[in-house]
C-alpha cells in the first residue's frame, strides 16, 4: 500500500511560481504511475497532470499546459509539481494521486487511481 504526503501549498500572488512535492511511502513507488488533481471550490474535481512510472510519458490538462511542470524522482519516492505563472483560477486543493497500472487513455479518470493524499491548499491571488 502507497500513502502519499503533500506539501508546499500556501499563498501566492497571481504570475508567481510555487512547488508542491509529493512524497510517497510503503510500497514499490517505482512501479506506481503518478498524477495530480485539483478541487476548486464549488467545482467538480479535475485532472491536473499525470507521469508514467518510468517518467517517459507525461500528459497535462490544457489549462495547465505549458505553466505546470511535472517529475518524479524514484530513487527519493518522490513527485514534483512545478507552477508557474499561476492565475486566480488555479486556486484549488491539490490531490497527488497514484495507482500500479492505468490503462491506455484512463489517465484523466479519477477512478484510475485508488491511492490519493491528503490534498494541499493553493491559493493564487490577483
Known amino acids: 500500500q502507497v500513502q502519499l504526503v503533500e506539501s508546499g501549498g500556501g499563498l501566492v500572488q497571481a504570475g508567481g511560481s510555487l512547488r508542491l512535492s509529493c512524497a510517497a511511502s510503503g510500497g514499490i513507488f517505482s512501479k506506481h504511475v503518478m498524477g495530480w488533481f485539483r478541487q476548486a471550490p464549488g467545482k467538480e474535481r479535475e485532472f491536473v497532470t499525470y507521469?508514467?512510472?518510468?517518467?517517459?510519458?507525461?500528459n497535462y490538462a490544457d489549462s495547465v499546459k505549458g505553466r505546470f511542470t511535472i517529475s518524479r524522482d524514484n530513487a527519493k519516492n518522490t513527485v514534483a509539481l512545478q507552477m508557474n505563472s499561476l492565475k486566480p483560477e488555479d486556486t484549488a486543493v491539490y490531490y497527488c494521486?497514484?495507482?500500479?497500472?492505468?490503462?491506455?487513455?484512463?489517465?484523466?479518470?479519477?477512478?484510475?487511481?485508488?491511492?490519493w493524499g491528503q490534498g494541499t491548499q493553493v491559493t493564487v491571488s490577483s
Open positions: 507521469i508514467s512510472w518510468s517518467g517517459g510519458t507525461v
Open positions: 494521486v497514484a495507482a500500479s497500472t492505468v490503462n491506455s487513455g484512463t489517465y484523466y479518470y479519477q477512478t484510475s487511481y485508488n491511492y
